[in-house]
């Protein structure tokens, strides 16, 4: 890339602080965001997510800064406490921007603080502050404490106390959810980061940037996932709702069902009538799917939604955003904190009432009484209770509310996931369910390995770069590439950046074999193979074959290159590669 | 997979898109597979073992345009620019490559371009199109791509006339033998008002296979749907119209509920049609005469740009009103309702016909029949009065 790039390097065990170049060669083999963290941790990439030797990257991409749509997001990478695996997560809002307008690519921060702190960071230079007032402080009290620093990223008191499925959250109320990242901030002594810039980011070529933008556009309004008048521009994520309610894949009662007929107290339609529902967006986003109430406050995602909902059999709306206002301001992630009282609520033979939920969650949160357990997430839970089983969940990390045995793609891709069971590597419901860029279907494994390999490599691309997938229910890499193109004044291919992505999912892979992952932990929970879903209206939800599934594996395997096993046929790959 | 194979080559025989035997298809699942004509079909294998992508197809298209598009183009072109609203939309533009660049390593140079591209021109090899996701998709860009060169060549050749040798001939030959008669005799329409749902679907389905197997547009160009009271039953976006079953979303008109996230882009302007004319069958196309002649407009030193989204005029064809308006959330739904109700038919400027059903879907497929007879006629028509022009300055 032709733009001298830098990377913020904070070791808080002594304070030192220091800006490096990154390489040019480095960026155009990496990217950014995810692809560049996840290169940053080689060599550190066995130690325990808890070590403060451990780094964490924040890294926005190439695009960020300029007017290349749903561009301005940030990837934060590390090693998850939670799963054990690597792990990176992309958040949106106004921070990235900032980090970019300050000057910089990435911030990557190690060691450990001897007492709390916060980073400042602004175009003129970077700071520690001491922050042992913020700690124990929520969210909300947090980013209002550090509103005149810019944007804050910041960990409630979740992350403060080890959940290990605590979120880093944006001043905005976009959260760096999931692995638990929070956490290791939390181990670091690492309150928040605040970040303020005021550089514009240059475009190398502004007409073919200018075409390129047009063309992406054009596609997102000729998208009915994006613009149309029932997309999420319109009702944000929760547009799912009907949709999966009527596909019969929306997990419901810790997935012994697929279908919750009060699923409507909660749909798109429902929220906007009961909260006056705005719209919002992540910065320079034309498509903004974030709602707030009229009030204000963060309205939750479709996976929120669901999971408090569908999930642990609750009907009631308010029980839902107050679940979800909780978890914002604690700094904890939605759908792994539903899905553990979901698990625990099975395993005791009663699912939490909306009455219990926030007391439940302000106990995790602090690790008192129950919450003590239910912060480690739904495997451990479920181990400690005897019943494994009831933990719905791949290598730890909790399924959303895609039920696999209505989308076969998705169970191969929840299994591959290099971070765990999550929806958004392969993204698979974008053709089995959205029918974009065309329809799949979703009840057959052909050609399925074949499909999630591709789509995981293009969006290890598309978050390296980092772009929101939510541009990719209308535009595509191509024009992507283009974007790419434009503003480095270099020439990028689709191709190429899928193999870039090709690198970077490996990459993963390696490092997670290298911490002991095997096929056996590329695996769905048992019941989808044994339980039916909840058939009707001309759906059969019959559960998965597993030998179809076993087989279509291994194809996925040796489609990557791999053995079998899953396992790499040499030791050799990082040496191989940039 | 094979029977995938199958399924597309088959539809590309049927759609006449491309010549019976002169086609390859690959796809990548473990092991690579393809078939088709021998050459074609290596060609195919090798193009797509260089791309990260499911399927291929490569076939000679029907009709020379698009290697005559190639030819007629400026020697240092890479790409031709239709200007139909599909190609400005879903290709952008459609690479070209030559013979000459085809010589070393045609593989390598066709699949260079791909890695670009949704499909490409290659000189005395035909169009050669990929599916990153599916077969599918494969097909749909090679479908895309023929229509554009369709649609580009009519325009130019009406612009600027015959260029090349044995162009004019292979032109009339065109015009003789490959233009099949638009009727809609002989088809069954359900006459009466439907209520219950599943006719409805029974109904979308039929008429949707009418659709292609007139030749009125192509199997995936279109949308389609019926109003039962409160609700509007269509088809879902990207379905191809002759295979809409378990493709079709009953859409409250309230917005009740968003199932319908996954209809058709044009759902809005289908909810307006239904709200400003009371119909009860709406049927929408892309018959390529149609998207030619919106194309054409004599005003002179207008100061519109992009007359496909931004012309604020209603223009007649006949007695058919065409008007500008982008796909989806653009435009189009606030231009076509108003000028459709008395006429039960209008055209979208370089994109195809609407036409309404008050009744049921009988009047809509005639006046999409009469829309496209009408604008072929007139083509024709002026393609003439311009030869005839042309004879006499010579
Ligand atoms: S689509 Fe939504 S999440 Fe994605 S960048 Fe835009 S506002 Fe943010």
Redesign the pocket.
Known sequence: MSLREHILIVDLSSGRMRREEISPEFLGTYLGGRGLGVRLLRGRHTLSPFDPSMPVVFAVGPLCGTPAP?SA?ISVVSRSPLTGTVYDCSA?GRFAWRLRAAGLLAILVEGRSARPVVLAVTSAGEELLPASDLWAKGVGDTVRALSDRGSVAAIGPAGENGVLFSSIMMGEGNAVGRGGLGAVLGMKNLKAVTVDGDRVMPVADRERFDRARADVLRLFRASPVIFGELG?SEYGTPALVDLMRQRRMAPTENFRRTVFVGAGAYSGPTIRAAYGAKKE??YG?P????KRASDGRPLPEYETVSHFGALNAIADLHSIVRSNDACNDLGMDTITAAATLSAWGEARGRFPSPEEIGTLLHDIAHRRGEGILLSEGSRRVAEALGMPGVSMSVKSLELPAYDPRGAYGMALAYVTSNRGGCHLRAYPISHEILRKPVASDRFSFSGKARMIKIAEDTNAAVDSLVA?K??FFGASIEEYAELLSAVTGEDHTPQGLKEIGERVYLTERFYNAENGFTRADDDLPARFFSEAGSSGEGIDVPPIDRARFGEELTKYYRIRGLRDDGSFPDGGFLERQP | MRSLIAKFAGKLHRDRSAVQGRVGIAVQDDVMISEGAPDLSRLTVDVLSRLSCLGVVAASPSLPFAEFLLRRANADAEAIVPLDTETRTFLHDIPIVRRAELAGDPAAAIAALLSNRKGVIAEGVGIVASGPVTLEQAYIHYSSVFHACYVKYLLDVLQDGFLLPGEEDAFRDFRKTSLRPLTSEELFFSASHLDDPEEVLAEIRTVGRYTVQRGLVDSFFGNISYRVGETIFISQTAASLDELAGCIDPVPMDNRSTTGITASSELLAHRRIYEATGARAILHGHPKFAVVMSMLCEEKGCPVKDCWKDCPNVRMLGDTPVVAGEIGAGGLAVRVPPVIGAPGKAIVYGHGVFTIGRDGFEEAFRSMVDVESRCREEYFRRLDARAGRQSKSE
Do not use: L, V
Not at chain 1, 287 to 290: E, F, G, N
């Open positions: 749903t997001r949106g999420i967006g992540c986003c498509i903004r799917c974030k929101c939510f541009a």
